[in-house]
């Protein structure tokens, strides 16, 4: 069986953000994959808790327009 389309749309989303910024997309694969809270994310990749929350809200912002419709 195949994924649902929205599931294959995050990861095409998710692939394209990490070609543009590869730490930000590693934050949302820990945050949502991981289950992972700021600090344990910025202790996995040796940033800031500050660094992670700046990552995430652009990454937000970046899937938020990539899956947006039309």
């Known amino acids: ?3 649902p ?8 989303a998710l692939a394209a953000l990490e070609k543009v ?3 930000a997309a590693k934050v949302v694969e820990l945050k949502f994959f991981g ?3 700021h600090d344990e994310i910025a202790q996995a990749l040796s940033v800031s808790v500050a ?4 990552d995430w809200a652009v ?6 327009r990539a899956l947006a419709p039309g």
């Open 1 to 3: 069986t195949e994924p």
């Open 21 to 23: 910024d590869a730490r």
């Open 5 to 12: 389309a929205d599931v294959v749309d995050v990861h095409e």
């Open 35 to 37: 289950g992972l809270e």
């Open 51 to 54: 660094t992670v929350k700046r």
């Open 59 to 64: 990454a937000r912002a970046w899937l938020h």
